[in-house]
């Protein structure tokens, strides 16, 4: 009697179950559905077209976008959300997740990650690129350094094609010529090149030389070929170097690592995959972009010149030092310049 009774009462309770927990399952799936898309801010200092922000951010936002199905970005580009000496604490506080830092920028904060900015042994882009993810990228010596300790995590970088030295009005003849000459810098170990020819260094971000230059605030700049056309810079110049490396300029995208610890599993392999697949792109384009944008350039009216072959021979000895002054200024305040100048020329080495 007890049987039956309980067998007849459960029955009606397994239904109700059934129609309690299908009515449950919608408002089940609708919030684990929510939690999966992922919504990231993006910000950088370029301004639009610029070929950095197109070889490395943009195609990073849509590939990964694409392979997740998850993932948005809303990318703020241009300064948008502040100036380009801002991006790192931008990022470490979290009021934009990706962002563009230039160590150059950031001198104070990231003093070692200007390494890939030293006039080394490098001829183009992809030879300093790939050295330089070697060492920056999570778990090199860097990374472990200055990244990591800094909160962010490296996802693409790109050392620029060499730098050249380009005037406005004073032709560059040699070595002399370049003596007093106030040279837009990006400080550091740039700083220490424009001193050693003879220079002025003027710390200035890239959005501002224009500007400078066409009010005589400054003589002379040193950059890649490709970055002087984004800004219109060409206008004001008319005499540049060829075949010579003053130093270059790092650009990275970085994540903050408490960001980077909250993302799913898949967008985290998404992020790391295409990241470095764009670090080895993005250097062959600027180096074709170097190519292009030099004929560019002498088409606007700029005169390339080779310095005496006497010259060269100074020159190239005169910059052999700027790396080992760097390394020991570091030395000097507590900090591993040597070991990391070490590690990038031996990745120098490797590639």
Not at 26 to 46: C, K
Not at 67 to 78: D, K, V
Not at 145 to 163: I, K, N, T, W
Not at 238 to 253: E, I, L, M
């Amino acid at each position: 009697m007890t049987m039956k009774h309980s067998q007849k009462t459960a029955a009606p309770l397994r239904a109700a179950a059934r129609a309690l927990g299908l009515a449950l399952l919608p408002l089940a799936v609708q919030p684990a559905a929510a939690q999966e898309t992922v919504e990231l801010r993006v910000a950088d200092s370029f301004p639009t077209g610029h070929y950095i922000a197109a070889s490395l951010i943009e195609p990073f936002m849509e590939r990964v976008s694409e392979r997740t199905g998850t993932t948005e970005f809303a990318y703020f580009p241009g300064e948008q959300l502040g100036k380009a000496k801002d991006m790192l604490s931008l990022t470490q506080t979290g009021v934009t997740d990706i962002g563009y830092v230039g160590p150059s920028y950031v001198s104070d904060k990231m003093p070692l990650s200007a390494v890939g900015q030293l006039p080394e042994a490098f001829k183009t882009s992809c030879e300093g690129t790939l050295a330089y993810w070697e060492i920056a990228r999570p778990g090199g010596a860097l990374d472990k350094a200055e990244f990591a300790p800094a909160g962010v995590r490296l996802l693409m970088a790109m050392v620029l094609p060499p730098y050249n030295l380009l005037t406005s009005r004073r032709e560059i003849t040699g070595l002399e010529s370049m003596k007093g000459l106030k040279i837009r810098s990006t400080g550091g170990a740039l700083d220490l090149a424009v001193q050693k020819i003879g220079g002025v260094p003027v710390q200035m971000p890239a959005p501002e030389v224009r500007e400078a230059l066409s009010r005589g605030t400054i003589d002379a700049g040193l950059f890649p070929y490709p970055s002087v056309t984004p800004y219109g810079m060409e206008t004001f110049l008319d005499w540049g170097t060829q075949g010579q490396n003053f130093g270059s300029f790092v650009a990275t995208y970085v994540i903050s690592q408490e960001k980077w610890d909250s993302l799913p599993a898949e967008v985290q392999q998404a992020m790391t995959e295409i990241g470095e697949d764009l670090t080895r792109e993005g250097c062959e384009i600027a180096d074709q972009q170097n190519i292009e944008v030099k004929q560019q350039i002498a088409n606007a009216g700029v005169t390339f010149v080779d310095l005496p072959a006497e010259d060269n021979e100074k020159l190239a000895e005169i910059l052999s030092t700027v790396g080992s002054d760097w390394a020991a200024q570091l030395d000097a305040q507590g900090k591993p310049g040597t070991g990391i100048l070490e590690a990038f020329r031996a990745a120098l080495d490797k590639n």
